[in-house]
């Protein structure tokens, strides 16, 4: 009984083992057409994590669109959100804005090719560090 117990333990390990090991990215559940290689999936999907798509401020007097160019265009990036932060700054001032506590900047962008929307409070910390409420399209 002891042997038979320890070959099933070592039957389970080694095929949870192989599974790991494999170079297939789809699991049972996800389906598909066949295996896709991790080398095949790296080549074709060369794109950034997200992909910031319009930028609005939203404010007690109606909304401000945002210029965004291409160095601040990745949603999920630290630096390139401190970026758009200063984007968004610029647009007020520009606009003559005072950005309140009541203000939110609505973010539309696209993560792994689904749309999403971000709003988010309109001051530094809260942009740069926190993704707002986010809501998929």
Known sequence: MKKVAI???S???LCSVSVLASTETRTIFEGGAGPEMLAERSAVNNYRASQIFAVYIHTSGGDV???V????SDFCSCASRCLLWQEVCRTAI???LSLSTSDRVIVFYIEKGVEKVAVLAANEWDFTHDYGTTIEA
Do not use: D
């Open 7 to 9: 070959l099933l333990v």
């Open 11 to 13: 039957l389970v390990l």
């Open 65 to 67: 669109q945002v210029a």
């Open 69 to 72: 160019n291409g160095n601040c």
């Open 94 to 96: 520009e606009r003559g």
